[in-house]
């Protein structure tokens, strides 16, 4: 789990390797429980919905998490490449997920798929 976490920190700007399936899922989730918890603990302490701005402090925080947003969506964008990578399958198969509903399931199915020999090592 933890040497998945840093695989996917460590190869963040690499879209051309592979990645297993625990390369891929378990970022997936610890990068949620992650965002939650931050997101609650935030929204305790400033009392009201993180992405409501009152003051020159909200905007910090706005501003920090839009940063944080933008590095995990590109680093989860580049996992699912290599993820795709790894059964085989061009990059260009993330593109799926603008398909509304039946995009995202598919690439759910697609990144559940079991590693094949690939030409991407």
């Given at each position: 789990?933890?040497?998945?976490?840093?695989?996917?920190?460590?190869?963040?700007?690499?879209?051309?390797?592979?990645?297993?399936?625990?390369?891929?899922?378990?970022?997936?989730?610890?990068?949620?429980?992650?965002?939650?918890?931050?997101?609650?603990?935030?929204?305790?302490?400033?009392?009201?919905?993180?992405?409501?701005?009152?003051?020159?402090?909200?905007?910090?925080?706005?501003?920090?998490?839009?940063v944080a947003i933008i590095v995990l969506w590109f680093a989860n964008l580049t996992v699912s490449i290599r993820r795709l990578h790894d059964t085989d399958r061009s990059g260009w198969w993330v593109l799926i997920s603008i398909i509304p509903f039946i995009g995202t399931i598919w690439k759910i199915i697609l990144m559940l798929l079991p590693s094949k020999p690939s030409r991407w090592n």
């Open positions: 789990m933890i040497t998945s976490y840093k695989k996917f920190w460590n190869n963040f700007l690499d879209a051309s390797g592979t990645a297993s399936r625990s390369d891929y899922w378990w970022p997936v989730i610890i990068n949620f429980v992650l965002g939650a918890l931050i997101v609650n603990f935030i929204q305790g302490l400033t009392g009201h919905p993180i992405t409501e701005i009152y003051n020159v402090q909200d905007l910090t925080v706005s501003m920090i998490r839009n």
